[in-house]
């Protein structure tokens, strides 16, 4: 029923900054929570950011201070700005939606992140 598309991914140099675009399709029920995460190769996946349908965010400590996620209702789209990029930020990074009421969650394919010099 939902459909999570990123898009923003791709090089960036230490200290650069990206912003990454989830676009949900389909009908968003409240109340709910959009996450972005994160997987790097050989890691497990990593809760970046999120925020809820009240307007209520939350980081993960490492990109405190360097990521904002935020929303545009009207657009059904989450954004994750990121600055102040270091190499460890590198990875794939996913956006999930998460539909509170009827415990459903939908997660895009993800969008690559690559942090060097």
């Known amino acids: 029923q939902v459909q999570l598309v990123e898009s923003g991914g791709g090089l960036v140099q230490p200290g650069g900054s990206l912003r990454l675009s989830c676009a949900a399709s389909g009908t968003i029920f409240r109340p709910n929570v959009m996450g972005w995460y994160r997987q790097a190769p050989g890691k497990q996946r990593e809760l970046v950011a999120s925020?809820?349908?009240?307007?209520?965010?939350n980081y993960v400590d490492s990109v405190k201070g360097r990521f904002t996620i935020s929303r545009d209702s009207a657009k059904n789209t989450v954004y994750l700005q990121m600055s102040s990029l270091k190499s460890e930020d590198a990875a794939v990074y996913f956006c999930?939606?998460?539909?509170?009421?009827?415990?459903?969650?939908?997660w895009g394919q993800g969008t690559q992140v690559t942090v060097s010099s």
């Open positions: 999930k939606l998460a539909q509170l009421s009827g415990h459903v969650e939908y």
């Open positions: 925020t809820t349908s009240g307007g209520s965010t």
